[in-house]
């Protein structure tokens, strides 16, 4: 993975997050269990149908407010098109954006900064080692830069 800037296309330095494996679903449970007499399978219920919540209102267009985590956008990507007959919907990619909250800032915040060149990280599996947003160099969760607020950002 070679660390090139998109609009200038020179090797450089970028920031990267490294990670500590993968919480899954499972161990979030078990986790939330320790501080409720919850049996573990009623919390796992509960959480589930939270989870289906966020994914109706999801497929409803949306935005999911997760408190102190941060916000989930809906959003789609596709090619440009002069005219709109030329459009297809198979060109449309749909996609999540997350805007970080302010607890998941303060803790990346205070997280062990790694600077890494170019070709760091290129045996690196998905899960576990080291995750980057590729063409991003200021603020992954903020790309847009300025405030977390939802004035200003263009996403309705």
């Not at 320790?34 to 399978?41: E, F, P, S, V, Y």
């Not at 060109?91 to 607890?103: I, K, M, Q, S, T």
């Amino acid at each position: 993975m070679s660390n090139v800037n998109p609009v200038t296309k020179q090797k450089g330095l970028t920031v990267r997050v490294l990670t500590n494996g993968t919480a899954d679903f499972d161990s979030i449970v078990t986790s939330a269990g320790k501080n409720t007499t919850m049996h573990r399978a009623e919390l796992r219920m509960a959480f589930e149908l939270c989870l289906d919540s966020v994914a109706d209102a999801l497929k409803e267009g949306m935005i999911v407010d997760l408190g102190p985590i941060g916000k989930i956008y809906p959003s789609c990507t596709s090619k440009w098109y002069e005219k709109a007959e030329d459009m297809k919907l198979s060109d449309v990619h749909p996609g999540l954006y997350f805007r970080a909250g302010e607890e998941v800032e303060s803790a990346i915040r205070a997280a062990k900064i790694v600077w890494a060149k170019p070709g760091d990280g290129e045996e690196e599996e998905e899960e576990g080692g080291t995750t980057t947003e590729p063409g991003t160099t200021d603020n992954p969760t903020n790309p847009g830069g300025g405030s977390n607020d939802d004035a200003g950002d263009g996403m309705e």
